[in-house]
């Protein structure tokens, strides 16, 4: 019989900002991994085990793994789900399956991931290329073969080996369509009003820009001279064309999530694409994190009002800090003037654009007055709805400290993104300061801005602001609540009932 590749994306928690018809995306990074295998690997028999959209809990699971006896096992999680990452590789481990992981969080903790004895190889960065190498080199006879493959590491005897880094792929447009057979398509975005029967699609990968706090640049950054530096690359608008074609006719997807770390990064695709989607009357829904002075570029030429009216209806903008010194220091290369200018575009030319500006605090040195000043700055600009991210020390950031790992991943249920510190958290006072604008601070500014959202023409803007809203109040509340009762930390991510089913 032929080896089965299962990849696996576990049980795991919901963001609490995400209602459960919309919490979890397609593995796209899996069903793209997927399709390059099945193209290029011989006999190749792979399948993807989505559990969380099949509302599939541990216990299944372990069935499904012992009916299916993978010989390889794929994982790959954000840094928040590391917990449930390693405790499937325990179980495919015990099942006597390779394990082989990747993504932006095991590829930043490679040889700690390897000493746990429970992951077999670590992809880094791009992966197409090198699972296929990679799954030849171990179907082989000779183990001496993983050396040749570049771009991972592994485990060897008692040593840990790590291979040159992988050359980035020279042209998206060669990548296989990413395999949507292999998921439970239809289950994604089901029953949802505002993102009804969604897809993830990528139309770029890496960045151009360099933020110290991300690690999507690094993910997908090109290697010089030992350092990686940021890379944008772009599908073309033909290959997106086709891409939203077979997703919309084929499998019946309503609204898009465009994954890249910056849609709007390059000053043409998402213009042309918007340009093809309307000569082929194929306006479709679609949210994605966009630069800010790339919208004024795009407002400028033209290319921004066709996006919206090829069907863009949800922004989110970084924004992350209310002054340009600390902007300069995390070598954000968008400035306040350039955020402003976009907001103020967004509401006034496309009202029906649902506006979202993300913040960053827990830098060394800010305080409860940082904490209010970004509050404010998140009413005067003309966002729908600000978010307020703690700084999480993510591996591969310059933030990241080795003794902060941890191998039961554990610790990393803490890189949630969400504003709710243990009380005698060194964070504590920040988080109360947050709270506490949200709750107290109620200038006319913000005011107005409910008013018009509420009183919105567009019905998805209305039903998004009371639902935001209503999230963001019942974490304020549970937040003041653990402050109040001094019951340590709130807990940020939601444990759905079907997890241990
Ligand atoms: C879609 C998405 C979501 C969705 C769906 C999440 C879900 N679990 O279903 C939503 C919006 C709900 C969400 C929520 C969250 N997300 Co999210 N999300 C993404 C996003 C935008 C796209 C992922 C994707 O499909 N990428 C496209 C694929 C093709 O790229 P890729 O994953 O990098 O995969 C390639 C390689 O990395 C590698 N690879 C990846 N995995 C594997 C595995 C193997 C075995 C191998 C060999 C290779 C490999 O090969 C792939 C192909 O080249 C990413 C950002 C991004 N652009 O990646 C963030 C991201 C993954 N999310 C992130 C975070 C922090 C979260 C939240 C904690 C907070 C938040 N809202 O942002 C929550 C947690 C959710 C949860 N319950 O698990 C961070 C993770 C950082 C980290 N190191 O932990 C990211 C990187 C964004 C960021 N801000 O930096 N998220």
């Known amino acids: 019989m032929k080896d089965l590749f299962l990849f696996v994306r576990p049980p795991r928690p919901l963001w609490p900002f995400n209602g459960p018809s919309t919490a979890f995306w397609p593995p796209l990074a899996f069903a793209s991994l997927g399709a390059a295998l099945r193209e290029k690997v011989r006999d190749a028999r792979v399948e993807i085990l989505d559990a969380p959209a099949l509302q599939m809990g541990w216990r299944t699971l372990a069935s499904e793994l012992q009916r299916r006896r993978p010989a390889f096992v794929g994982i790959g999680e954000e840094a ?13 481990k015990a099942s006597g399956a390779t394990v082989v992981a990747g993504g932006c969080f095991f590829g930043h903790v490679a040889p700690e991931a390897l000493r746990t004895g429970v ?23 000779r183990r001496a073969d993983l050396r040749h493959v570049a771009g991972i590491t592994y485990r060897d005897g008692d ?11 020279p042209d998206l447009d060669r990548l296989p369509y990413p395999a949507y057979d292999l998921l439970p398509v239809e289950r994604y975005g089901r ?19 360099a933020c110290d706090f991300c690690v999507l640049w690094r993910q997908m950054g090109r290697t010089v001279a030992g350092r990686v530096v940021p890379q944008l690359r772009t599908k073309s608008p033909e290959r997106l064309l086709d891409e939203i074609q077979l997703l919309t006719r084929r499998f019946g997807r309503r609204y898009i999530g465009w994954v890249d770390p910056c849609f709007n990064a390059d000053s043409g695709v998402p213009g042309q694409l918007a340009e093809l989607l309307l000569q082929h009357a194929l306006a479709v829904g679609q949210s994605a994190w966009v630069r800010a002075d790339g919208v004024v570029r795009d407002a400028r030429s033209g290319a921004l009002a066709r996006m919206v009216r090829a069907g863009l209806n949800e922004v989110y903008l970084g924004v992350e800090r209310p002054d340009p010194a600390s902007l300069r220091a995390l070598h954000k290369t968008t400035t306040l003037e350039e955020t402003r200018e ?16 993300s913040f960053i605090y827990g830098l060394p040195g800010d305080t409860a007055a940082t904490i209010r000043a970004m509050y404010r700055l998140s009413l005067e600009l003309e966002m729908d709805k600000a978010f307020f991210i703690p700084l999480a020390p993510l591996p591969g950031t310059p933030f990241w400290r080795p003794e902060l790992w941890d191998a ?18 060194p964070r504590a006072p920040l988080d109360r300061a947050l709270v506490a604008s949200f709750v107290l601070d109620w200038r006319p500014v913000r005011i107005r801005s409910y008013v018009r959202a509420f009183c919105s023409r567009d019905a998805r803007k209305r039903r998004m602001t009371w639902r935001i809203l209503g999230r963001a109040a019942q974490l304020a509340a549970a937040d003041l609540t653990h402050a109040l009762l001094d019951h340590g930390r709130a807990d940020g991510m939601v444990l759905p009932r079907w997890y241990e089913s």
């Open 408 to 425: 039961s991943g554990q610790r990393f249920r803490g890189f949630d993104f969400l504003p709710s510190a243990t009380n005698g958290h």
């Open 119 to 141: 992951i077999d190889v670590v992809v880094h960065g791009e992966g197409e290329q090198t699972i296929v190498e990679l799954v030849e080199a171990l179907r082989g006879p």
């Open 342 to 357: 976009a907001f103020e575009i967004l509401a006034r030319e496309h009202p029906e654009v649902f506006t979202f500006g």
């Open 191 to 209: 029953g949802s009003r505002n993102h009804p029967d969604f897809a993830a699609l990528e139309s770029s990968r890496g960045c151009v820009g």
């Open 159 to 169: 040593g840990i080996v790590a291979t040159p880094p992988r050359p980035l792929l």
């Open 80 to 92: 928040v789900s590391a917990v449930e990452g390693l405790r499937l590789a325990h179980m495919a």
